[in-house]
């Protein structure tokens, strides 16, 4: 498995954020990880990428133990984190090559990465821009190629579209699949939109820091719709 999360927990104080969580993601797997805002993602995020560590349950990651053997497990891992990391006075190229150089990456390797990683996204022709000239959509796929560049086995992205209009959001839900599809990738998609969330998608529910459902989307919510069944879970608006 790529990714393999059990028995994972977690409190702030007496708050449980996350109780007892486990799933498994084979390589090439699109998992959306569908909860609410406060259904504990971000936490789950934050202990798979080793900002937090948890006292009880196990995270592996292609095959490496995350508390056992952390800088080879994070090594086979790419993160898109909510809020934006890119340096705005960079340029799209620079941005990618100091990431690049930060992996020990350099040279004509380096070069070729990054055009690979820009053609995969549909930003090669943005090259040269400074991020600040970019809009909201062509930032987050600078930071998708960016995640690809040391060749990840599974990339985690925690709420990507939040702030993009209607089409940026579709079109980097679609391009993140396609990655998934084409590449092997295992992809782990945090979001509380149900929209972005595809008939065949893994889908693991997380509400109140539980897994409450753990299958293929379409097989879950059958024939109703997922926005319906989504808000008949939790309560909350999708």
Known sequence: MSLTVDHLSYAYGAKQALKDVSFSLPEGTFA???GPNGAGKSTLFSLLTRLFTAPDGRIGIAGHDL??????????????????TLDLD??????????????GIAGREAQSRIDAALDRLAMRERAREKARDLN????RRTEIARALLHR?????????????????????TVHVHDLARDTGLTVL?????????????RLLLLHRGEIRADGIAADLHGARP?????????GAEA
């Open 32 to 34: 959306a990880l569908l």
């Open 67 to 84: 508390s056992r053997a952390p800088r080879a497990a994070l090594a086979r891992m790419g993160v898109v984190f909510q809020q934006p």
């Open 90 to 103: 960079l340029s799209v190229r620079q941005n990618l090559g100091y990431f690049a150089a930060l992996h």
């Open 136 to 139: 909201g959509g062509h930032r």
């Open 152 to 172: 990840p086995d599974v990339l985690l992205l925690d709420e990507p579209t939040v702030g993009l209009d209607a089409a940026s959001r579709t079109a980097i």
């Open 189 to 201: 998609w945090a979001t509380h939109l149900t929209d972005e969330v595809m008939p065949d998608d």
């Open 226 to 234: 997922l926005r319906d069944w989504f808000l008949d879970l939790t």
